[in-house]
């Protein structure tokens, strides 16, 4: 889905939240056994706080693809970035 609305948005930038756990399971000792990206406290930063520089810096609209089941989560994520 996300890139089908990509697709229909060309000047849009895809971000893949997993790409800043990849870093993680790099940067963190032992890092390979952070299971869910989710359920890291900083991976959730991460997430958002990129989001914002990106649209700030940039200003680019930004296609982000991801399933955040947790209620909390979410609204760590993405409740940081309500206008």
Known sequence: MAIE??????SAVMIDPEELGYLL?????????IGDFQQV???RTLVRT???GL????????VVPMTVLNPDYF?????GLRF
Request: charged share 20%; proline share 9%.
């Open 55 to 62: 649209l700030s810096e940039f200003g680019t609209p930004l």
């Open 25 to 33: 399971w790099k940067w963190v000792p032992g890092g390979r056994t």
């Open 41 to 43: 406290r900083l991976w």
């Open 75 to 79: 609204d760590e994520i993405v409740g």
């Open 5 to 10: 609305l990509q697709a229909l948005w060309p």
């Open 50 to 52: 990129s989001v914002e």
